[in-house]
């Protein structure tokens, strides 16, 4: 069974950098639609940013220009680097694999990771 393991969580001062690493225990990083999700307490998961196959990607308009899926096929690794971060930035962020376009609503895959932590304050 696939497993995704998320790293690279901790509190940061607003307008600090972070990069979220997302390990696979197999090869579904390298082909498969990958996305990272967050979930601040007491709101709903809201999609971040989504990595397709062929390399194309899409940005929740809160963090567009300011935050960057990529993957690392040799190190079956997808990150999100998080750079001018802001307050409301904070949340648990989750990595997810074999998620689907319908249109332009994003459905999340079967298969996430534990989630990392990621707190943005003075």
């Known amino acids: 069974q696939v497993q995704l393991v998320e790293s690279g969580g901790g509190l940061v001062q607003p307008g600090g950098s972070l990069r979220l690493s997302c390990a696979a225990s197999g090869s579904i990083v390298n082909n498969n639609v990958m996305a990272w999700f967050r979930q601040a307490p007491g709101k709903q998961r809201e999609l971040v940013a989504v990595?397709?196959?062929?390399?194309?990607?899409n940005y929740a308009d809160s963090v567009k220009g300011r935050f960057t899926i990529s993957r690392d096929s040799a190190k079956r690794t997808v990150y999100l680097q998080m750079n001018s971060l802001k307050p409301e930035d904070t949340a648990v962020y989750h990595c997810?694999?074999?998620?689907?376009?319908?249109?332009?609503?994003?459905?999340?895959?079967?298969?996430w990771g534990q989630g990392t932590q990621v707190t943005v304050s003075l």
């Open positions: 997810n694999a074999e998620g689907k376009w319908y249109g332009s609503v994003f459905q999340w895959g079967r298969i």
């Open positions: 990595l397709t196959g062929d390399g194309s990607t």
